[in-house]
């Protein structure tokens, strides 16, 4: 199974400052299928990017992902206060469809 | 707009089976495959399996195989997850999500609202 790491654990920013959350893969991911999703207090996970940097509907131009390979990283320029959650990363290129286990990005 | 409405939450005792089931609206069944993902309390997501809405395919996780069942009824664009042979540790909400496109390699884009399920005797 691919293990997916993500890192730090927890984030702590202060509203409009930028966060850089990464996802480190034990093995390399087919064909960039890594996705990032945002789980809110009490919510279902929430897709935010899928196919490493394509953003999914109604996402804003602010998130943005980049990587390939076994490493990759979600960012949020100027981060808001409705985007403080925690952030799960998932790789789908084989299976088992592992997710990472989650950065919480929380409020300084 | 799509929709996935999940059944009630259920309370087993150990040994016992559940079946969650998984509702879809606005959107066309079939063109869409349907994965099971679970979260045990102040835990991080689990991925349990896919199941095909076009053929009734399915692909599990180890971890699951032999204790999980996922169907698909077409008829009423209804899915279904169940998992036999309950332990404790089995207690999570399970989520049901519509996967981007009818592949196994999708990402996940719509999810339902989860089921609780709590095993304990």
Known sequence: DIVLTQSPG????????????????????????????????GQAPRLVMYGTSSRATGIPEKFSGSGSGTDFSLTINRVDPEDFAVYYCQQYGSSPHTFGQGTKLEIK | ??????????????GASVRVSCKTFGYTFINNAISWVRQAPGQGLEWMGWVSTENGNTHYAQKFQGRVTMTTDTSTGTAYMELRSLRSDDTAMYYCARASWWELEASLDYWGQGTLVTVSS
């Open chain 1, 10 to 41: 927890t984030l702590s920013l202060s509203p409009g400052e930028r966060a850089t959350l990464s996802c480190r893969a034990s093995q390399t991911v087919s064909y960039t299928h890594i996705a990032w999703y945002q789980q809110k207090p």
């Open chain 2, 1 to 14: 707009q799509v929709q996935l409405l999940q059944s009630g939450p259920e309370v087993k005792k150990p």
